[in-house]
């Protein structure tokens, strides 16, 4: 009896705290006619767009014309400067490397039975023969080459060579021997 006592009182107990809660807690009736006007703290950014489109149109002209003369300027003096220049740095795609003479030659059949369109140039160091395709400037322009004679030619690397400039004239015989 005691214990059913207690049982009820704790229950009344609970749904009166329960009662008090709801009816102190406010609902979403409360924010029902809430209004808030923020426009003066909204920050407004000019069109963008259309400045961009003014000021492109504006400084085309001017600045190109500026520009275009300095690089041709540039590009000619560089073109002459190198002109005189017998060799030039660059990459080359090195197929075979060895002291084989015969697997060089080879190597190089094999090369335009393969891929008959690329030029395979091959050279004798002593004491080694080299089997090489192309003369690339950047490295990049050479690893679609690696990447398509790697399937064939497992041992395939792309190295750094120097390579000598097509219509060179020597300014001076005497500097090479020549006389």
Known sequence: MKRSLITSILLVFL??????????????????????????????????????????????????????????????????????????????????????????????NDLYTYFPDLKSDMQYQQPRYLVKVGKFINRIEAQAYYYQLKEQFPAVRIIQDRFQREGYVNPDPVQDGER
């Open 15 to 108: 749904m009166g705290s329960c009662n008090v809660l709801k009816k102190g807690a406010s609902g979403a009736d409360a924010y029902e006619n809430y209004q808030e006007n923020l426009s003066e703290s909204i920050i407004e950014f000019p069109d963008f767009a259309e400045k961009a489109r003014e000021s492109a149109t504006e400084n085309v002209v001017e600045s190109v014309l500026a520009v275009d003369q300095d690089l041709t300027q540039a590009l000619n003096k560089y073109r002459e400067t190198n002109k005189g220049e017998r060799y030039w740095s660059g990459f080359t795609v090195l197929v075979y490397s060895g002291v084989d003479r015969d697997l060089a030659f080879k190597t190089r």
